[in-house]
């Protein structure tokens, strides 16, 4: 309830202050075609952050809360807060690439330094690594997912649902109750993000969205890890990706269409999957984020009850597969242009292969020497140039001295 407070006064008060034209809570969305504000992400990431440190605080004697997930979601808040500051400035003044880039990369790999060892602590150098992959995946991917009005927030509603699906179906009370609390500031920005948008979640939203969805991930890990038995990690582990697929796969699958079309993978383009919905499908922003919102009930849906009824790796497969190939069936008419690369094996052979080389076999040759010639027109008769026929010459003199 508070944190539902906290997003509803911080909301209306910047859209007090646009009509001012000033102040620290007012970021014009450049972008917008409806005049909105792009400060929805700071209210939803202080709301997040204060729950995060009340449950830190007061979930291991009101709740039961284990001292370990206490300590993951201390650890969280401070790269939360650094994702909030540099997603803040960038929507303010728009920072450069790079050190959007650095503050990424301070916050998610400072986090993973602090849960590596709650994770897996005989395997903490691979719990760093796949929490700061996987971190880093879920952040950018959100928020490129950040395209069309209320898109974010029906997908990392869903998302969050997962979490609550699982922590319910475990009996995982810190699971599913820090799961619900996330979800209540995402509703309340609804209201304010409904086609067409006053305001905007900006750099900050998307990103801390996704950061929120990797760290509930390791909390169900860490709960999983403490009630399983250890031969059950690869399974917990592959349960622990379900909730995070549509961002990861977003990402992975943005830089391989930008390295297709021979452009830099942090190049931007408008041919994500809401794009390609709204611009070239004309549909309007509502029924692209309807589209996609319901796919990816469906997926997650049917790939969950296979991950906790048959098989975790088999579900996750399942989810990360069907994304894929859905981005892959309704963008491929538009994403591939006359620059796209040519990936038959016919094209890789020609690209490894030497070109204009001339191979000559050692065995006729008995010394060489380099001469440098300007090479002349050939001859209307067909005559040869002088490199051409020094090469002749010396191959007849190396055959008529038995070479």
Not at 32 to 58: E, N
Not at 90 to 105: G, N
Request: hydrophobic share 50%; with cysteine; aromatic share 14%.
């Amino acid at each position: 309830m508070a944190s539902a407070i906290l997003c509803f006064v911080l909301y209306r008060y910047s859209l007090k202050v646009k009509d001012k034209g000033g102040g620290i809570f007012y970021i014009p969305a450049r972008k917008s075609t409806t005049d909105a504000v792009q400060f929805g992400g700071v209210p939803l990431a202080l709301a997040i952050i204060t729950s995060w440190l009340f449950f830190g605080q007061f979930g291991p004697s009101f709740m039961g809360l284990h001292k370990s997930i206490a300590s993951i979601l201390f650890f969280a808040i401070a790269p939360g807060m650094i994702i909030t500051l540099y997603g803040y400035l960038d929507d303010k003044y728009e920072l450069r690439p790079i050190i959007k880039l650095f503050a990424q990369f301070l916050a998610i790999n400072l986090f993973a330094i602090f849960v590596s060892r709650y994770l897996l602590p005989t395997f903490s150098t691979i719990s760093f690594l796949v929490v700061s992959f996987f971190g880093l995946a879920a952040v950018n991917g959100q928020n490129l997912l950040d395209g069309l009005d209320t898109i974010t927030v029906k997908v990392a509603s869903i998302s969050l649902l997962q979490f609550v699906f699982l922590g319910l179906f475990y009996n995982i009370e810190s699971v599913t109750t820090i799961s619900i609390v996330c979800l209540i500031p995402l509703f309340v920005f609804y209201f304010y993000n409904r086609e067409p948008a006053k305001i905007h979640l900006g750099e900050v939203g998307g990103a801390f969205i996704g950061f929120t969805l990797v760290v509930l991930a390791c909390i169900f890990h860490r709960e999983m890890i403490m009630v399983e038995h250890p031969d059950k990690r690869l399974q917990i582990f592959f349960q622990s990706l379900l909730p995070i697929s549509l961002p990861v796969i977003e990402l992975g699958v943005s830089f391989l269409r930008r390295l297709l079309n021979s452009k830099s993978p942090f190049q931007g383009d408008r041919f994500h999957l809401h794009h390609i919905l709204k611009n070239y499908k004309k549909l309007t922003a509502t029924q692209a984020s309807n589209f996609i919102s319901v796919f990816y009930l469906f997926v997650s849906g049917f790939c969950s009850f296979i991950a906790v009824n048959v098989n975790a790796i088999l579900g996750a497969f399942l989810a990360y597969t069907s994304i894929t190939l859905m981005n892959f069936y309704l963008g491929k008419d538009y994403w591939f242009s006359k620059e796209t690369l040519d990936l038959s094996a016919r094209s890789i052979f020609q690209f490894i292969r030497k070109k204009d080389v001339m191979i000559i076999e050692t065995s006729i040759i008995d010394e060489f020497k380099i001469t440098i010639v300007e090479e002349e027109p050939k001859r209307s008769g067909g005559g040869e140039s002088n490199l051409d026929s020094e090469l002749n010459n010396l191959s007849k003199k190396d055959k008529n001295t038995g070479s």
